[in-house]
């Protein structure tokens, strides 16, 4: 089976997570975080019952990248009175856009 690694760097090592199960580990290097994720995942897969992997396994995982324009997203929070950086993230199947619930608006 295979499954998505997303690994980044943390003060002094790494840490690996798998999306799709929201299982995560950690390791000194990119190598190691990898290889700990990778037995993490085994363990999961075989201790836990057949309704538990499926009650976990979430859908596709798509990792792509995203080029943003900083000045003019932070000029357009401003003027919509948000002030922070959660403030652009939205509520998941929301249609009217509005700023995510932990969004603060500015004094």
Known sequence: M?????I???D???VSLCPELDIASQGESIEQARDNLREALELFFECASPNEVKEHLRGDVY???VEVATGKA???LRQRGLCNFRAARLRRGSKTRKP???AKKCA
């Open 2 to 6: 295979k499954l998505t690694a997303i």
């Open 8 to 10: 980044e760097s943390e």
């Open 12 to 14: 002094d090592g790494y």
């Open 63 to 65: 990792v792509t990248q």
């Open 74 to 76: 932070a000029r357009s």
């Open 100 to 102: 995510h619930h932990n």
